[in-house]
Each structure stands twice: as C-alpha cells, then as structure tokens.
C-alpha cells in the first residue's frame, strides 16, 4: 500500500473545492492494516512492520531508478513515461518515509497504551483515538514536505490539503472500524487455530 501510495501521490487532485493528491482513497488502508496488526501482535511487532514497509520501499524506489537509469532499447517508445510515472520525486519520497514513520508508530504506540491502560474492551475508542494521533501527524508531516512538489503554493491550498487529507483519512477510518473489528476478530481466530497445542 505504502509503495502504491508513493507513487499516486505525486498527483494533485481537485474536487470541487478540496485539494488533495492521488493517494487520497488507499492510503488509509495501510492504517487499519497497521491497526490490525498493533491490536493483535503488539506495538514491537507494528514497529517491526513499519520498519520492513520503510526498507521494502527504499528497495522498490532504487530499483525504479535503476531501472530508468539502463539504456532503453531502440524500440522502446515509453522511456519519459515510464520515468515520470516510476521515478519517484525525491520531496515525495522523503516526505512519504517520514510521514509513514512517525504517523504509523505513533498510531501503535497509542493504540497500545490505549489497551494497556482501559483494557481490552472498547476497540472501537482505541482505533478511533489511534487514528487521530497518527493521521494528524502522519499528515502534516507529509503535506507539509510534498505541498510545493505537487503545486501547492498558497497558505490556504497548504491548510485546505492539510485538512482535507487529515479528515478523509480520519473519516475513512471511522466508517470502516466495523470492517477493522472483523479483521482483528478473524486474524485472532486464525492465530487461536494455529497455535500448536502444548504438551505437560
């Protein structure tokens, strides 16, 4: 997802009076993921993911590069296209990492805490609450890094993205917390059954 973000990301979009970019409507998928995955294994094994979601995209992002960088063949025709789609702008990339980082693990950390402090009960409170933190930051950092890449230049178009993004994503989340619940519900069952049984 973060791969697949980084890339459509570095498309402005406008909606009628809403800015934003072409990542707008996957990337808070990476989010209930990382929900899933904070809930059911715990905050080291969300770090984990993130940390593996960070290498994984610096390898995707090198070997585009590399492959712009070879010589095209003579039949090739696509060369500039395949470059402006493939050849991730450093601002986004930068701003994409950062993000990604500090948003996803604040987003664990919290829903950890969250579940430490109140217990088990109340998912719903923990994911919403999560969100919020992450999403705003993850956010902010971003937008405030890629804005002028993908042509922003006024305050207002910066706090319109800013708020635009941090509230489609926040949203997104929300409405699908019922799909998150039986994410979580289904992956604990699957962990239950496949946990080998120990013997005295």
Request: aromatic share 14%.
């Given at each position: 997802?973060?791969?697949?973000?980084?890339i459509t990301a570095q498309k402005g979009v406008q909606l009628?009076?809403?800015?934003?970019?072409?990542?707008?409507?996957?990337?808070?998928?990476?989010?209930?993921?990382?929900?899933?995955?904070?809930?059911?294994?715990?905050?080291?094994?969300?770090?984990?993911?993130?940390?593996?979601?960070?290498?994984?995209?610096?390898?995707?992002?090198?070997?585009?590069?590399?492959?712009?960088?070879?010589?095209?063949?003579?039949?090739?025709?696509?060369?500039?296209?395949?470059?402006?789609?493939?050849?991730?702008?450093?601002?986004?990339?930068?701003?994409?990492?950062?993000?990604?980082?500090?948003?996803?693990?604040?987003?664990?950390?919290?829903?950890?805490?969250?579940?430490d402090r109140y217990g088990p009960s109340?998912?719903?409170?923990?994911?919403?609450?999560?969100?919020?933190?992450?999403?705003?930051?993850?956010?902010?950092?971003?937008?405030?890094?890629?804005?002028?890449?993908?042509?922003?230049?006024?305050?207002?178009?910066?706090?319109?993205?800013?708020?635009?993004?941090?509230?489609?994503?926040?949203?997104?989340?929300?409405?699908?917390?019922?799909?998150?619940?039986?994410?979580?519900?289904?992956?604990?069952?699957?962990?239950?059954?496949?946990?080998?049984?120990?013997?005295?």
């Open positions: 997802m973060f791969i697949i973000s980084n009628g009076p809403l800015i934003t970019d072409g990542a707008f409507f996957l990337f808070p998928i990476s989010y209930i993921i990382g929900d899933v995955i904070a809930e059911v294994y715990g905050f080291k094994a969300a770090r984990r993911t993130v940390f593996i979601g960070f290498g994984v995209t610096l390898l995707a992002v090198a070997s585009f590069s590399i492959a712009i960088a070879l010589p095209p063949a003579p039949f090739y025709e696509a060369q500039e296209t395949f470059a402006s789609i493939l050849g991730t702008l450093p601002r986004i990339l930068i701003a994409g990492l950062a993000g990604y980082v500090v948003g996803q693990l604040l987003n664990a950390w919290v829903l950890q805490k969250m579940k109340h998912l719903w409170a923990r994911l919403i609450g999560s969100t919020i933190v992450g999403q705003f930051f993850d956010t902010l950092i971003f937008c405030a890094i890629a804005a002028g890449v993908i042509g922003i230049e006024t305050p207002g178009q910066f706090i319109n993205y800013v708020v635009v993004g941090f509230a489609w994503k926040t949203l997104m989340e929300a409405v699908l917390v019922p799909v998150t619940y039986q994410v979580i519900a289904w992956v604990k069952r699957l962990e239950r059954n496949t946990v080998p049984e120990t013997r005295p």
